[in-house]
């Protein structure tokens, strides 16, 4: 039997797609974004696992991949992506948690991880399970959200704020989110066999006045420029990394793809709307095109 999990974030029934992106200001991050994930995503691929899609704001983005997984704790979200995207058999939609993933080990050669980790409260567990359904040799990109940011700093310095963006450990400024210290997120990468192929500063000018006051376009064309600062120093609010999985092992056998979160066994069966697991009889549904693989 799983351990069980941390504390989930979870998006069931919000509208966080409407309110937070299209109609929250965000235009500028979401340009930037998407400049840092064509920067860094390989030319092509075949299985791509997206690690907390949502409603699938970025998915149009992975042109390169045959199939992509989308993976989000929330069956709400998910169907906003189906919504947006179709029932494409270039896509399935996977709800599940992330400290225990459905898939068979080396199942995938890319995934990615934007706007995800923030919410994790055993994050190097989750970046451990990522490992885990990875082929070796495969390109992982990991945003995380960066506790030594300016304006963190700024605080920090004159007394405003608490907690020191220059120490180690995970700061939790809200439940269930969080903000990590680079070199923290790097020694974890590390210790997975993962290696840095490239770093990205991403959302320099996230500011209301900022957004309000300079044109879209230059904004986000001065981002472009300052990405690659990343090499050297990282001091904006969000850092992208684009790490490839150097452990040795084999990839996943023909044929097989989805495992048993519960007792990790890889003898299931589909039919009839439900996959049922031979090793534990656990049943999981699938509800209208999405398999819901959460362990309630």
Known sequence: MPKKSPPVCSYEGSDYQESFWEKGDRAYEDAVEGIALERLLPASGKWLLELGAGAGRNTPRYLGFEHIVLLDYSTTQLAQAQARLGKSPRYRYVAADIYHLPFVDGLFDGATMIRTLHHMADAQAALSQVEHVLQTNSIFVLEFANKRNLKSVARYLLGRQKWNPFSPEQVEFEKLNFDFHPKTIRRWLRELDFKIQRSLTVSHFRMGWLKRHIPLKLLVGLDSL????????????????????????????????????????????????????????RKYPILNGIYDFRLK
Request: glycine share 8%.
């Open 226 to 281: 300052l990405q690659w600062s990343g090499s050297w120093f990282q001091y904006t609010p969000s850092v992208f990394v684009k790490n490839q999985l150097l452990l040795q092992k084999p990839d996943a056998k023909s044929g097989t793809f989805l495992k048993c979160p519960n007792c990790g066994s890889a003898q299931l069966d589909e039919k009839r709307g439900v996959v049922a697991c031979q090793g534990c009889k």
